[in-house]
């Protein structure tokens, strides 16, 4: 797939006036995305290591590569009620994220990259929340595109 004609220092949905790639993902019902950029790799999810009186939304460790990696729950993040079948891990590249340590999300499914413009994306409607950079309007399904620094709160 062809590289994003964006910079990769756009910080939102409105910064670039080329397209962004973007993962989309499912937890539960619904369809996220998040660019591209943010995403070091993409694993199956394993056997996780709990980490006793951690936050909620830290469901374990994982050793990838010699590389402990916190592996984080957006569906208690976002309070998606849902159960899922968990079968990927999303991990961040360290660098992009702006916290110390590896971090990856586990996610239901991984569907596709897709190409995204400003004019794909509706801000009004996520005005209030500072984690969401907006509502992508696909053909037939909206897709809440995410921010990644969510993980370090």
Known sequence: MAQ??????DEGAGSG????????????DETYCLDI?????????????RIPNSPAHVEGVIDLR???????????????????????IIVFDPDSIGDQGTIGWIVDEVYQVTNITPDDVDETTTANDEN?????KG?????????PDIVGE
Do not use: M, Y
């Not at 994003?4 to 220092?9: A, P, Q």
């Not at 053909?139 to 921010?147: A, I, L, M, Q, R």
């Open 4 to 9: 994003s004609e964006s910079s990769t220092d």
């Open 17 to 28: 006036s080329g397209p962004t790639q973007v993962l989309e993902f499912g937890l539960g």
């Open 37 to 49: 950029d943010v995403i070091d790799e993409i694993v199956d999810a394993g056997q996780l290591t």
């Open 66 to 88: 010699g590389r402990t990696t916190s592996i984080i729950n957006p569906k208690t993040v976002f309070n998606i009620d849902q159960d899922g079948e968990r079968n990927r």
């Open 132 to 136: 969401v950079h907006g509502i992508v």
């Open 139 to 147: 053909d037939d399904k909206f897709v809440v595109w995410v921010d």
